[in-house]
């Protein structure tokens, strides 16, 4: 059995700005897992820079409001939305509310930090 808190995983600043916590990476876990799962958070008022990822996905939001941008498209989120992004598409989200964005990030195939290109 595998088992890993989330408080337990180093914070540090992605490519596109967010905080992120990696819950679970199959190269930093050592465990047979064809996707990778991450927290990420944006403060009030901020949101992530314009960029691309080679992988598919898929936002969870668990907390807070924002704006979701998507190639030409953008949509106003909440909690409890799941926003599915496609790879190669240009992306960012807007924290519009009046607390943390918080969301669950899985990429498949997992994220790496050469796959995530600022634009």
């Known amino acids: ?37 991450a927290m990420a958070t944006i403060d009030i008022g901020e949101q992530s820079y314009e960029h691309r990822l080679e992988q598919t996905e898929v936002y969870i939001l668990f907390s807070g409001e924002g704006v979701m941008h998507i190639d030409e498209e953008q949509k106003n989120v909440i909690a409890g ?3 599915l992004i496609p790879a190669g598409a240009v992306q960012w989200i807007e924290n519009t509310g009046d607390e943390e964005l918080c969301f669950i990030a899985i990429v498949n195939p997992p994220w790496t930090e050469a796959g995530d290109v600022r634009l």
């Open 81 to 83: 939305e799941a926003v």
């Open 1 to 37: 059995m595998f088992v890993k808190n989330i408080n337990d995983c180093e914070e540090f600043i992605a490519n596109d700005g967010c905080r992120i916590k990696e819950w679970l990476h199959p190269e930093n876990d050592a465990i047979d897992l064809a996707y990778s799962v």
